[in-house]
């Protein structure tokens, strides 16, 4: 397994933000982790990247402990937060340069020229990341989650203040990416996961309620409909 939760749970004071949740994902899937604002998306993702320690439970990232082996884990991923803090005063190619150098990248200047081609930066990429729009900021954040080629990507709202094209556009990167990784992104944009997932989870209240392929929610009825079923204030 690329991605293997067992039993996570991730208090504060007595709330369960994550409630004793397991799955796990196989490499070459990409996975829409949905759920409403709270529900503990974006906790999980924190502590899959080790970004965040569990009060129990286990995560491991292609047979690695992230919470015992967090920077080997570490090396595996690529993680594109919901924040992306970037350094607005460095410029494009000095920020990727920065973020190659800590992953030990080789032919740090024909990978950086790469990653930007890939995330269509290239018309911004003499230009300070504080001059961007949110857009390509968010292509700045996606290059350096790719720029060390990770085996797993983790993206928690990837597409966020991208415009039409722009969202067509990473669409197609991420489906590229995960032919040969694992991916896991969470969206609010129901149809951006049934363009691009082949398998949903859906989360609420710090559990699962559902993990299927779309194909079988989908028999279901909309994947609207069955959100607002699942996770809908009763």
Not at 139 to 159: C, F, Q, S, W, Y
């Amino acid at each position: 397994m690329s991605i293997e939760v067992q039993q996570l749970l991730k208090q504060y004071g007595t709330q369960k933000a994550v409630n004793n949740i397991s799955f796990s994902i196989h490499k070459g899937e990409i996975v829409g982790f949905l759920g409403p604002n709270g529900a503990g998306k974006s906790t999980t993702m924190k502590i899959l990247t080790g970004y965040l320690a569990q009060n129990a439970g286990t995560a491991t990232v292609c047979g690695i402990n992230v919470k015992t082996n967090s920077i080997e884990a570490k090396k595996k991923i690529g993680y594109l937060p919901e924040s992306n803090a970037l350094y607005y005063d460095m410029y494009v190619k000095e920020y990727l340069s920065f973020v190659g150098g800590i992953h030990q990248i080789r032919n740090q200047k024909s990978e950086i020229s790469n990653v930007i081609e890939l995330v269509g930066l290239q018309v911004e990429q003499n230009k300070k990341i504080g001059q961007l729009s949110k857009g390509y900021k968010q292509r700045v954040g996606l290059a350096a989650a790719l720029i060390h080629k990770p085996e797993v990507l983790i993206l928690d709202e990837p597409t966020s203040g991208l415009d039409p094209n722009q969202i067509i556009e990473i669409r197609n990167v991420i489906k590229e990416q995960g032919k040969d990784k694992t991916v896991l992104f969470s969206s609010h944009i129901l149809q951006e996961v049934e363009a691009i997932c082949d398998r949903v989870i859906i989360i609420n209240k710090g559990a699962i309620v559902a993990d299927d392929s779309l194909q079988q929610l989908k028999q279901q009825g909309s994947l609207e409909n069955i959100f607002r079923q699942l996770t809908s204030a009763k």
